[in-house]
């Protein structure tokens, strides 16, 4: 009966005299292992968005800190660490991140790409870094991340895309490389990528664009080329782009642009060839870009547009051409997109060059009369051109002759009002020139091709005054606009239509000179 009752007792204690010598047990172990690294599973179990290392090369700020919650982390780097690190393995504490970006901050540094761990990440959708050094991307650093949609690798010190770099990126829409020192790019970077929508390759130092670079890229609707050194364009150059609606090539070193450059980019809807050094635009340059609407091509160099250089492309709604150097826009140039400018949203911009007044600008009158678009047609109306002095209008305005008739009508005329009048005398040119009421007067002077000349605003000259170097026969009816005065057989229209090189000053002359003769022979 005694031994029944010292039973339990002796159970008591011999679990007390376990749980001592586990506890010291526990406590032996890890004096042992002070200093040491944590072992695989410790690693598992330190939880990245909650790393409390003082010495950590990283630190994440997450949206969510339970274990196997967060979506969205934020990890900057303080120190440098190489890829076989054991802190890469923190990650596993976080399986579920969607959005992981990665900043370089201070002394930190990343050369390379943590393939495996990306590839731990069950749901990854979008991956970025920042101010990385990385050199070059290696054949294969992105390859088989099933989920990521978004890859953002701006400003992160890229020198080079190696083959295949982005192999096996089945859902990736997005590719973002602006901002690097990238001069190259050859076949096969851009390989199984098959519906990639957006590449990015701004302000990096690309001079040599392989032919059919981009030919693995069937679903590419956006490609930006902006602020670059390319030269050349081929037309391989964009071979496999069937689906591309916008072009960026922009602030580059383009000198001309040849037949059928384009020929492959059948959906292409903006095209941006704004501040390259173009000089020559070949016939049917735009050949096959059927759906182009925006076409953009300030501030290059281009003196003259072939005739057809726009037959390729009908359904262009919006032309930039300002700041070059060109010399006349013809209808022809013209004519296979004018009636697109007659509704409210389209438009043309001519400003900024060197256009001649002369009636191959006939054309604008029409355009101004027909277009809806307001804004346009006050923009054609500001524009300005070259006149030739030896062009000078003739008949700018009839207040030089209403003046004389007025004054062979007073009948207190005598030959000293003739003497004191403005008429008398042979005043130039300059005369009058700083007459702020008439800009058909009023301008820039400056010479052109050799010529002297001064600026004008196109709409303050009179339409039949334009000079015509050439026959008028190259303007065509349609171009005009409606209700165009005509002056029958008199000795204005004699005048104004060329016929005889007399000034309104003259003619003044010729009036008053009349009249004096009528009074002599009257008295």
Same mark, same amino acid.
């Given at each position: 009966?005694?031994?029944?009752?010292?039973?339990?007792?002796?159970?008591?204690?011999?679990?007390?005299?376990?749980?001592?010598?586990?506890?010291?047990?526990?406590?032996?172990?890890?004096?042992?292992?002070?200093?040491?690294?944590?072992?695989?599973?410790?690693?598992?179990?330190?939880?990245?968005?909650?790393?409390?290392?003082?010495?950590?090369?990283?630190?994440?700020?997450?949206?969510d800190n339970k274990l196997a919650s967060?979506?969205?982390?934020?990890?900057?780097?303080?120190?440098?660490?190489?890829?076989?690190?054991?802190?890469?393995?923190?990650?596993?504490?976080?399986?579920?991140?969607?959005?992981?970006?990665?900043?370089?901050?201070?002394?930190?540094?990343?050369?390379?790409?943590?393939t495996a761990v990306l590839r731990q990440?069950?749901?990854?959708?979008?991956?970025?870094?920042?101010?990385?050094?990385?050199?070059?991307?290696?054949?294969?650093?992105?390859?088989?991340?099933?989920?990521?949609?978004?890859?953002?690798?701006?400003?992160?010190?890229?020198?080079?895309?190696?083959?295949?770099?982005?192999?096996?990126l089945a859902n990736l829409t997005i +590719?973002? /490389?602006?901002? $690097?020192? &990238? !001069?190259? %790019?050859?076949?096969?970077? =851009?390989?199984?990528? @098959?519906? #990639? *929508?957006? +590449?990015? /390759?701004?302000? $990096?130092? &690309? !001079?040599? %664009?392989?032919?059919?670079? =981009?030919?693995?890229? @069937?679903? #590419? *609707?956006? +490609?930006? /080329?902006?602020? $670059?050194? &390319?030269?050349? %364009?081929?037309?391989?150059? =964009?071979?496999?782009?069937?689906? #591309? *609606?916008? +072009?960026? /090539?922009?602030? $580059?070193? &383009?000198?001309?642009?040849?037949?059928?450059? =384009?020929?492959?980019?059948?959906? #292409? *809807?903006?095209?941006?060839?704004?501040?390259?050094?173009?000089?020559?635009?070949?016939?049917?340059?735009?050949?096959?870009?059927?759906?182009?609407?925006?076409?953009?091509?300030?501030?290059?160099?281009?003196?003259?547009?072939?005739?057809?250089?726009?037959?390729?492309?009908?359904?262009?709604?919006?032309?930039?051409?300002?700041?070059?150097?060109?010399?006349?826009?013809?209808?022809?140039?013209?004519?296979?997109?004018?009636?697109?400018?007659?509704?409210?949203?389209?438009?043309?911009?001519?400003?900024?060059?060197?256009?001649?007044?002369?009636?191959?600008?006939?054309?604008?009158?029409?355009?101004?009369?027909?277009?809806?678009?307001?804004?346009?047609?006050?923009?054609?109306?500001?524009?300005?051109?070259?006149?030739?002095?030896?062009?000078?209008?003739?008949?700018?305005?009839?207040?030089?002759?209403?003046?004389?008739?007025?004054?062979?009508?007073?009948?207190?005329?005598?030959?000293?009002?003739?003497?004191?009048?403005?008429?008398?005398?042979?005043?130039?040119?300059?005369?009058?020139?700083?007459?702020?009421?008439?800009?058909?007067?009023?301008?820039?002077?400056?010479?052109?091709?050799?010529?002297?000349?001064?600026?004008?605003?196109?709409?303050?000259?009179?339409?039949?005054?334009?000079?015509?170097?050439?026959?008028?026969?190259?303007?065509?009816?349609?171009?005009?606009?409606?209700?165009?005065?005509?002056?029958?057989?008199?000795?204005?229209?004699?005048?104004?239509?060329?016929?005889?090189?007399?000034?309104?000053?003259?003619?003044?002359?010729?009036?008053?000179?009349?009249?004096?003769?009528?009074?002599?022979?009257?008295?």
């Amino acid at each position: 009966m005694k031994s029944t009752k010292l039973k339990p007792r002796l159970i008591l204690l011999s679990a007390l005299l376990l749980s001592v010598a586990t506890s010291i047990g526990e406590s032996a172990t890890m004096k042992n292992r002070r200093g040491k690294k944590p072992t695989k599973q410790e690693q598992k179990d330190i939880n990245v968005c909650d790393i409390e290392q003082a010495d950590s090369p990283f630190y994440c700020y997450c949206n969510d800190n339970k274990l196997a919650s967060a979506e969205e982390a934020n990890c900057l780097i303080f120190n440098r660490f190489e890829l076989s690190d054991p802190i890469w393995a923190h990650f596993n504490s976080q399986m579920y991140i969607r959005k992981l970006n990665f900043v370089v901050k201070n002394d930190g540094t990343i050369t390379y790409i943590p393939t495996a761990v990306l590839r731990q990440l069950k749901t990854l959708n979008t991956v970025s870094f920042q101010h990385a050094k990385f050199d070059a991307i290696e054949s294969q650093a992105f390859s088989s991340l099933p989920t990521v949609a978004t890859i953002n690798l701006a400003k992160n010190s890229i020198n080079m895309l190696k083959w295949h770099a982005f192999e096996s990126l089945a859902n990736l829409t997005i +590719l973002n /490389l602006d901002e $690097n020192y &990238i !001069s190259e %790019l050859s076949r096969d970077i =851009f390989y199984d990528v @098959p519906i #990639l *929508q957006k +590449l990015f /390759l701004s302000h $990096n130092n &690309i !001079s040599i %664009l392989h032919d059919k670079a =981009f030919k693995h890229l @069937p679903s #590419l *609707q956006e +490609l930006d /080329l902006n602020s $670059n050194k &390319i030269v050349n %364009l081929k037309a391989d150059s =964009f071979n496999g782009l069937y689906q #591309l *609606q916008r +072009l960026d /090539l922009r602030n $580059n070193l &383009i000198a001309e642009i040849k037949e059928n450059t =384009f020929g492959e980019l059948r959906e #292409l *809807q903006e095209l941006e060839l704004d501040q390259n050094q173009i000089e020559f635009i070949a016939n049917k340059a735009f050949n096959g870009l059927y759906h182009l609407k925006k076409l953009r091509l300030s501030e290059n160099k281009l003196s003259t547009l072939e005739p057809n250089s726009l037959i390729g492309a009908p359904m262009i709604g919006v032309i930039d051409l300002r700041d070059n150097a060109l010399r006349t826009m013809t209808f022809e140039n013209i004519k296979p997109i004018i009636t697109n400018f007659y509704n409210n949203s389209s438009f043309i911009y001519l400003g900024g060059n060197n256009l001649i007044c002369d009636c191959k600008l006939s054309w604008i009158w029409g355009l101004r009369n027909e277009t809806r678009n307001l804004k346009l047609r006050e923009d054609l109306e500001e524009l300005m051109c070259f006149l030739d002095a030896s062009f000078e209008p003739k008949f700018d305005s009839g207040e030089d002759i209403n003046r004389a008739l007025e004054i062979v009508r007073n009948t207190g005329f005598h030959m000293k009002q003739f003497e004191d009048s403005q008429y008398f005398g042979d005043n130039n040119y300059e005369d009058y020139s700083d007459d702020a009421e008439d800009s058909r007067r009023v301008g820039q002077q400056m010479k052109m091709d050799g010529k002297m000349g001064y600026i004008r605003q196109l709409f303050r000259l009179r339409l039949e005054d334009l000079p015509c170097p050439t026959s008028r026969e190259e303007v065509m009816a349609s171009e005009q606009p409606s209700g165009r005065s005509s002056h029958g057989s008199s000795l204005f229209s004699f005048v104004s239509g060329g016929a005889a090189q007399v000034t309104s000053r003259q003619l003044a002359h010729i009036i008053l000179g009349v009249a004096l003769a009528a009074r002599f022979v009257c008295t």
